[in-house]
């Protein structure tokens, strides 16, 4: 079992940042693919950012790109999502996600949220205009 803790929400005024973290139980994420998926009141969770713990790569949402940036700490397990530039519409609950196997994942299933076996609880993120 795999727990996902995410931590580093909050309030921010809109073009501020903030550095979301996830903490991850398990000793060695190695061939995981670990991610970051938001979800507003009424809609939708949406895909916002994903890495594969192996190989670094990443993959962004068109909404984030450019703005987000996800890391990972090998000796912390930790994943971190900087969010720069916020805007009000990135207000949502943010989750961390991560999911083992996950590079042999396509591009299009990374992006998936059934794709994902463990989840955060989830860290809230206002920003205001």
């Known amino acids: 079992q795999v727990q996902l803790v995410e931590s580093g929400g909050g309030l921010v005024q809109a073009g501020g940042s903030l550095r979301l973290s996830c903490a991850a139980s398990r000793r060695t994420f190695s061939s995981y693919v670990m991610a970051w998926f938001r979800q507003a009141p009424g809609k939708e969770r949406d895909f916002v950012v994903a890495?594969?713990?192996?190989?670094?790569?990443?993959y962004y949402a068109d909404s984030a790109r450019g703005r987000f940036t996800i890391s990972r700490d090998n000796a912390k397990n930790t994943v971190d999502l900087q969010m720069n530039s916020l805007k009000p519409e990135d207000t949502a609950v943010y989750y961390c996600?991560?999911?083992?196997?996950?590079?042999?994942?396509?591009?299009?299933?990374?992006?998936?949220?059934?794709?994902?076996?463990?989840w955060g609880q989830g860290t809230q993120v206002t920003v205001s205009s």
């Open positions: 996600a991560a999911t083992f196997g996950g590079s042999y994942y396509s591009d299009y299933h990374i992006r998936q949220r059934s794709s994902y076996t463990y």
């Open positions: 890495i594969q713990w192996n190989s670094g790569f990443t």
